[in-house]
């Protein structure tokens, strides 16, 4: 599953606890479930899902006259044992059933339930990630919502599809499927494997029948059902097909278009072909996640529908597509045996973004995504939490981005230190052991050492099973007389052991030295001859580490790093350190511009985000450069921010640039533009905002909002109020945090009855979404704000915006 850490980790910096006191084993084996026959149909009236089910087991070793099976807010209708009726108790969630007989191993038989499941009824919580645990979500399904289509679907991860069928919900169970779905007839249906037939009845209603003949893991089990358009595709004669709302069925390629050539480049680095027997991606409304690698049927949040002009700008959910796909290897057809070890599931398909975009893009999108999901880890204050943790409160704590992010640079690490041959042989040593099965992080080590030959206890019982990341400072001792420099290396905290290289340039080049660290202090002496002297000593050169490094460079050497050191991250940080040098230094300035010209697209945002031209060094050149960067950048979020720059020069020169602007497909260069020609024609650009489509409104929020602020339209408040908690607390841009800041403010003190009632909703939504993180608890403190600005306010109808405020306060602390 795919989570969207950062977002959650903005809202508020409290985070759960990390090594809680209870160990959490893998669930025993008592009996394993063999096969799951499902026949369902639902009760749109209250929320509640009709069935029967069919699961046949087996005892894992010792022989049993019982069974349990997780069934969570059901009304139980009738059991059967082997068609008999049979005694059954059910109390805590948990169906226990006596078998007619004692069963010994190998020896199966079938239980049968008649039920219904009521997933409104059940009490058990979800995670930060995974924000509701009902298993079974019924969306608008009185069709009372105009805004919202009729939807079912499912989310088993963890262990919530027991909410809608009997079953051990647990990872270690695997089982093959077969479901028949009734719908009415308007509907499709979704569900794991293949769709074999279908059977229309004469009351408008159809049973599609789905079986799935490979063993999965009863949290991937899905079924979904709604009105949607279907776009297909092929791999390989596998059915490929996107499941997306009838607006976006035009752009459903170009979204998960590079599916094929995603399952082409996965089969090839495990060499095992993608094992399954469709690839399905269905897009789903008020879902409680990301997506979800749902084995042949992948559920994704609506997030993942965009319009052409957001596309164009970039494809944000391209790598969640290629995180569910990968799972369909680590984590659907080799599966965690345990919530404990949940990054041998997360950590691959995590990476796995990584090696798509080395791929696809280069390694410049690679590095820059690596380094983006450090940064997560770093700031979500996790460092106390093991990779592979035995001791938790709650299995929903475990994902999180230590499992995710961490566990994805980890493998990084790994990959460096075996050499990619090794590396890659071993995934496909791992998945042909354990195919259809599970493991742990051990048989992990097992298999990566097995292939390379090497001991890797000592990586594994640093990184998996023990917490923190490297800290190291560097100093350098130059002695002249002997012409050798000395590297200091200094671990602060926890004293790890791993590889480093150093890259020394000078006038000839550089030389890779690369070196063993394995104490608190660290020294390294090397030569150097008069005449070439070191220019720079980059520490950690291959940026590989998980790691935190302190040293002090001059200008002088972070300029010649940007120019000469290859990777992404030497030429960002030494350009970050540049650019605040502008006003003293002319070649810092030179430096910033020439950035512009960078092959990869974020250091030319980078330059021009931070680009001074309001300092003493001569600026035209520069000046005419971003304009041929705003009319011709093959990147348009790189337009965009030249737009955005040209603005700032509140000059009419640049007024054609704005109105082409205002004409192109991407959203982004339309927003930058229309506040750009604000600067210099308000009534101009106040005809082109009213002729903007309202869908496209909505997607360049940020500059509409700066203008009707601006403007002080009091009539366009309850646009902005549907924009303000999304702009103040998951932007990271703190200009748009301030401008969102501005608009809270007056809101807040507003007559306005929409705007009110539309923060108020926003704020329990998010509330309610976000309550492990606290945000409940925020949206609260932030109401009673609104609260407290109604009541000092001269508003007639102030009495009816705060009951509307009370109330959503209420439904907050219920």
Known sequence: MQKLFLTLLLFTSIVVSAQDKTYQPEKEKINNLIHTKLKVDFNFQESQLNGEAWITLTPHFYPTNKVVLDAKSFEIKEVKINKNKTNYSYENNLLTIDLDKIYNKNEAYTVYVKYIAKPEEVKQKGSAAINDAKGLYFINPLGEDPTKPTQIWTQGETESNSCWFPTIDAPNQKTTQEIYITV????????????????????????????????????????????????????????????????????????????????????????????????????????????????????????????????????????????????????????????????????????????????????????????????????????????????????????????????????????????????????????????????????????????????????????????????????????????????????????????????????????????????????????????????????????????????????????????????????????????????????????????????????????????????????KDAIEKIEQIANNDKKTLVQAEAINVLGKLIDPIYKPVFIKGMKSESFSVIGKSLVSLYQIDKQLALENLEAIDEAIKSQIPDAITNIYINEKDKTKLPFIAKHVLKGMFLSQNPRTQQLYSEAFKWIAESDSKEAIQNITDDFVILGKQYKKYNFDKMAVNMLNQLVAAQQNSTNNNKKDLMVILKTGIAELIE
């Open 184 to 619: 009415p007839d308007k509907f499709l249906t979704l569900s794991n494997g293949l769709l074999i037939n279908q059977t229309k009845h004469k009351n408008n209603t159809r049973t599609d029948y789905w079986k799935m003949d490979k063993k999965h893991a009863p949290y991937l089990v899905f079924i979904g059902v709604g009105e949607f358009s279907v776009v297909k595709d092929s791999w390989n004669n596998l059915a490929v097909d996107y499941y997306v709302e009838s607006d976006y069925e035009n752009v459903a390629q170009e979204i998960f278009g590079h599916t094929p050539e995603m399952m082409t480049f996965f089969s090839e680095l495990t060499d095992i072909s993608y094992p399954w027997d469709k690839y399905s991606q269905i897009v789903v409304r008020d879902y409680v996640s990301g997506a979800m690698e749902n084995t042949t049927a992948v559920v994704h949040g609506e997030d993942a529908q965009q319009k052409k002009g957001q596309l164009i700008d970039h494809n944000v959910w391209e790598g969640t597509i290629a995180h569910e796909l990968f799972h369909h290897w680590f984590g659907d057809l080799v599966t965690t045996e345990s919530w404990a070890n949940l990054t041998v599931n997360e950590s691959f398909a995590t990476y796995s973004v990584y090696l798509w975009y080395e791929y696809k893009y280069g390694k410049d999108e690679a590095a820059a995504h690596l380094s983006e999901d450090i940064e997560v880890y770093l700031q979500s204050q996790s460092e106390d939490k093991d990779l592979v943790r035995f001791y938790y409160e709650d299995k929903e704590h475990m994902f999180d981005p230590v499992s995710y992010h961490k566990g994805s640079a980890i493998l990084h690490m790994l990959r460096d230190y075996l050499g990619d041959d090794a590396f890659f042989a071993s995934f496909n040593h791992y998945l042909t052991k354990h195919k259809f099965g599970t493991a742990e992080a051990h048989d992990l080590r097992l298999a990566f050492e097995e292939v390379s030959g090497k001991d890797l206890n000592w990586f594994f019982n640093q990184w998996y099973f023990g917490n923190g990341h490297i800290r190291l400072n560097a100093t350098y001792d130059y002695n002249i007389i002997n012409s050798t420099v000395t590297v200091n290396l200094n671990q602060l905290g926890k004293t790890f052991k791993f590889p480093l290289s150093i890259d020394i340039y000078n006038e000839k080049g550089v030389e890779r030295h690369d070196v063993w660290i394995d104490k608190k202090q660290n020294s390294f002496t090397f030569p150097f001859t008069k005449k070439n002297q070191p220019k720079l000593i980059n520490i950690d050169a291959k940026h590989n580490l998980l790691a935190e490094i302190t040293d002090k460079k001059t200008l002088e050497q972070y300029m010649f790093q940007f120019n000469n050191a290859p990777h992404y991250l030497d030429r960002k940080i030494a350009l970050e350190a540049i650019v605040k040098e502008q006003q003293t230094s002319k070649e810092a300035y030179n430096t910033v511009i020439k950035a512009f010209n960078d092959p990869f697209y974020k250091i030319r945002l980078l330059a021009l985000e931070n680009v001074d031209l309001f300092q003493k060094h001569t600026k």
